[in-house]
């Protein structure tokens, strides 16, 4: 479901949560509903923002307007589409790592459905943006992601989840992410598209390449092989 029963917070009832949450996640990294509560009761503005961007947006109005989500039902016909497609290349990452898209925790702090439902959407098109920056799951991958994520959004959560992953990295993994994923994904997250416009479940049975191309992405550079 896209919300959980919706939870209305006065201001100071939403710095509680703000605060235990950025807590809790510095503590363990593996609680996604404790990100998800970090990102809706700081990323108000920022979502705001996003859906007016999206009404400007041919292609994100088409995704306001038929609210789709990332859930097995919608999404499992990835699996049988050709090897090349950007559908076949999600499929794989996912059924690789035994993800889910029904995973996903509902959204429960945002006050109006729309809202609430873009909160969800960007929460829900992260592993599709994991597959066309061909990034991986583990700590640097994520925390890559997350410096695109808030070029693209501007969410205050994931310059704090970047910060809190970092701080958890050795010093050779400190050094790797900093001098060569952190500047590629500083380029990558201004050259590509505006990627909450985008509906991608229409572009399922395209070429990844050409979608890759189109949407201006430029995947992640494999590790230096000192670092492999």
Known sequence: MMTGGRVKLNGWQQAAVAVGSAVGALLDPRRADLIAALGETTGKPAFERVLERMKRSPEGRAVLLERPRVISANVGHAWDLPPNTFGAAYAKFMGSRNFSPDDRPPVRFMETEEIAYVAARAREVHDFWHTLFDLPTNLIGESALKVIEFEQMLLPMCALSV?????????????????????????????????????????????LEDVRRRWGIIPAPPPPLRAA
């Open 163 to 207: 910060a809190g992953g970092t701080a958890r990295f050795s010093q050779s993994q400190r050094s790797l992410f900093y001098q060569h994923y952190f500047p590629w994904a500083l380029r990558s997250g201004v050259k590509c598209t505006d990627l909450m416009c985008l509906y991608y479940e229409r572009h399922f049975d395209e070429d």
